[in-house]
């Protein structure tokens, strides 16, 4: 493992856990060259992934941008990074379990707005809006409106 530090490729694991749900092992590791402790998560990689952007470009799947996308809708709100990564996970675990290869970002955008539709209200709001690329405040309004016919049904 590289040391973010010198970038030396030298660690030494120094210590490892298993997550609370027992689907990351933790790692405590340190550098052999400058002896920076730095931490790393070990997951369970079922398949590759690759993703079909709208374009109809292919990228592989990046579980990161995932949490960076939910960060930003959860910014300010009260939902800790514990169930991002938790929200992440079984998101990811869904995605691995189909038959596809290829999912297109459109699959993955609706995965993440049903994930946080049980999370935060507001959250899955503000990362609609991005998905379906409001551009006008009418926009929201016909969003809501729709969500509160829905929850009357």
């Given at each position: 493992?590289?040391c ?23 790692r ?8 920076a402790?730095?931490t ?56 691995e ?9 459109r ?14 209200d ?32």
């Amino acid at each position: 493992m590289r040391c973010p530090q010198c970038g030396k490729k030298n660690s030494q694991v120094k210590d490892s856990r298993p997550s609370e749900d027992d689907t990351v092992v933790r790692r405590r590791r340190e550098c052999s060259n400058c002896e920076a402790r730095f931490t790393t998560f070990e997951r369970v990689q079922l398949r590759e992934l690759v993703v079909v952007k709208r374009s109809g470009k292919l990228l592989p799947f990046d579980r990161e941008k995932l949490v960076r996308s939910i960060s930003i809708a959860t910014r300010k709100r009260e939902v800790d990074i514990v169930t991002i990564e938790t929200l992440v996970d079984v998101i990811t675990r869904k995605l691995e379990k189909q038959s596809m290869a290829e999912i297109s970002t459109r699959h993955i955008g609706l995965l993440v707005m049903e994930a946080l539709k049980d999370v935060d209200d507001v959250a899955f709001v503000r990362f609609a809006s991005v998905y379906h690329d409001f551009q006008e405040v009418e926009d929201f309004s016909d969003f809501l409106e729709e969500l509160s016919r829905r929850a009357e049904d």
